[in-house]
């Protein structure tokens, strides 16, 4: 199921267009989401407003962000938009987008900070110590902005590196649940016969040469005591 819209949107009130993931709301708020979106309609109408936000520049825009680092998914889930949707738009652009939607992709700033690809290690291990703490990489990868195959490859470390836009995200979930349990048991089983650790188990879970404190199932010497 995708995302549902927040109560006062035009979305919310008109319903899911596919699959039926959300029913019409008629609350007043999204009543009045869905006015005040008529009545911009029909003032770009009356001013000759096309009614569509031309693609050209949104697709340069998307084109140029990936260049920048980011990955489609992470423009999808920055923009509140599907990842199909952007996938079409490339390969076979439309005539036009709605505004409102071309405003929040040209809103998506480019990753210049910092190099645009960085080592995967870290973002594998980041994953990797959410599972130990119960947060499956299933859900963790879309909660970053990524599919979850691709969290999968990036846990299973098929991937040398990853752009910084998804180490960064991948970070900040990290962060947010790192030290508190999941509600999965299975991915708990899972991590331990993988000998995946928790955050605590690290010094510094970006440094290669760093070994955990422990591995779930046996315990090991970090470092070997000075003679």
């Known amino acids: 199921m995708g ?12 319903g899911s267009r596919r699959n039926d993931n ?25 001013r000759g407003i096309p009614g569509l936000a031309p693609i050209g520049p949104i697709v340069d825009h998307v084109r140029m962000l990936q260049e920048s680092g980011w990955t489609l998914e992470g423009v999808a889930h920055e923009a509140n938009i599907s990842r199909r949707a952007l996938g079409n738009w490339l390969n ?16 998506v700033k480019p990753a210049t900070t910092g190099p645009l690809f960085v080592p995967a290690l870290g973002s594998s291990r980041r994953l990797q110590a959410l599972a130990a703490m119960g947060w ?23 991937h040398q590196t990853v752009s910084s836009g998804v180490a960064a995200r991948i970070d900040a979930v990290y962060r947010q649940h790192c030290m508190i349990p999941g509600p999965s048991e299975f991915a ?20 290669p040469n760093d070994k955990p404190h422990s591995v779930i199932g046996r315990c090991e010497r970090r470092r070997s005591k000075a003679a």
């Open 92 to 107: 076979k652009p439309p005539a036009g987008v709605q505004h409102d939607v071309a405003i929040r992709v040209m809103a």
């Open 3 to 14: 995302k549902i819209p927040d109560h006062g949107t035009a979305s919310r009130y008109q």
């Open 188 to 207: 708990r089983g899972h991590a331990r016969r993988n000998e995946w650790v928790t955050a605590v188990a690290w010094d510094d879970i970006d440094d």
């Open 136 to 158: 499956p990489v299933s859900w963790a990868g879309p909660q970053a902005g990524i599919t979850d195959t691709y969290a999968r490859l990036l846990v299973r470390g098929r």
């Open 22 to 46: 959300w029913a019409p709301c008629r609350c007043d708020l999204c009543r009045a989401a869905w006015r005040r979106g008529e009545k911009v309609r029909e003032l770009r109408r009356l």
